[in-house]
Structure formats: C-alpha cells, structure tokens
C-alpha cells in the first residue's frame, strides 16, 4: 500500500496518471486505514489525525487485558523494585517463563514507533545534560546561574514543541537547589561579586 499527499487534486491527479503508467495499481479513494493506523480527517477544522485504537484493543484482548483502568504512570512511585522479588524456585521459574512478557514488548514498541513515541520514556527524563561548563566559575553561585540559564532556555524549545503539537502550558516551572541564583535570577541589581557574569548569562531574568 502507498499513500499520495499533494497540495492540490490536480497533482494527485497526475501522480497517479504517471504510476499507472508504470505499474498496475487499484486507486482505493481516500485513505483511512494504512499499516494498522487509522486516518482521522477533519476537514472543518483542517486536522489530520493519525490514530491505533484499534491495534490497543487488539492488544488489550490478545493479552486479556479487559476492564483495564487508564493511568497518567505506567507505574507507581511506591513500588520497589529489587532482585529478591525474582523466582526462586523451579516451579516460579516455570511459572513465569510463560508469561508473554517479549511479546508485550514488542507490541508496545509498534506503537511507540508509530504514534505513541511519548512511551518510549516512561515516565523517565525527557531531555538532560551533564558536562562541564566552557565557562570558569568563580563561585558556585555562578555556576548554578549560568547552568540555571541553560536549563530555561531548553525548556523554552520543549515548551515550544508542546505547542506545536497542540499542548499549550502557560506556565513551567524551574527547579533550582542553589539559594543565590535563585535570588540572583530575580535582582536586577548588579553587585560587586555578580557584576563581571557575561550579559548572556542574564537571560533567564527576562523570561522569569
């Protein structure tokens, strides 16, 4: 199966002339099923929309899954997790040998690959960075500032991107474990030990 998209219906048109011309091919209409995804298409809203329903109850029922419950986690922050809750005797071992476990995973990565990418972190950390600064820090005051203002401006570009994909927030939060540049990024006063910080260091105080 092959989808066309144009601008216009004259270059679908004549995109399917040429295919003709080359290959046999049967014209199917307008697309709304293609490699288990369905195409939502809202024509007075102008949105195209590419959905799984479908292959997820497929799922739920291959794995008996029936009257499963939505959750915002995949798991709660009060299990924990340790190598003393493994089988241990031959007959747990067994037992959980059968569980279909690779395929659930498996299942879930056709998904994730297709139109859940979110799943793909699972709660974890979306975007990080660890390195060392280019910059000499006289103080940890400035280095937590100056690490303070790159953090913004990542969450600037991921506030961004959620736009983009139709989730607004009107505010994010910023954490920050240094009192001083915490106080630092809400003064615009210039101090004795704070005054020589590159300019470009001040961002964050425009965006607060």
Avoid at 143 to 153: C, D, N, P, Q, S
Wanted: proline share 2%; net charge positive.
């Amino acid at each position: 199966d092959m989808l066309i998209a144009c601008k216009s219906k004259a270059e679908i048109g004549s995109t399917k002339s040429l295919l003709k011309k080359e290959f046999d091919m049967k014209d199917l209409g307008e697309a709304k099923k293609i490699l288990g995804m369905e195409i939502v298409r809202d024509r007075s809203h102008k949105l195209l929309r590419v959905s799984q329903s479908g292959y997820i109850s497929k799922i739920l029922n291959n794995f008996r899954i029936v009257n499963g419950k939505s959750v915002q986690m995949p798991l709660g922050g009060h299990f924990k997790l340790s190598l003393k809750d493994c089988p241990i005797r031959e007959c747990d071992v067994e037992k959980m040998s059968k569980v279909p476990y690779a395929n659930a995973v498996g299942s879930l990565m056709y998904l994730m690959v297709c139109t859940r990418p979110d799943i793909a972190y699972t709660g974890c950390v979306v975007s990080w960075k660890a390195t060392l600064q280019h910059v000499v820090a006289l103080s940890t005051t400035k280095a937590e500032y100056m690490a303070l203002t790159e953090a913004v401006k990542e969450a600037i570009w991921l506030k961004g991107l959620l736009e983009e994909l139709g989730v607004e927030l009107n505010r994010v939060t910023v954490n920050c474990d240094n009192q001083g540049a915490i106080h630092l990024s809400r003064n615009h006063v210039f101090h004795e030990r704070t005054k020589h910080i590159n300019v470009r260091y001040h961002f964050i105080r425009e965006v607060l």
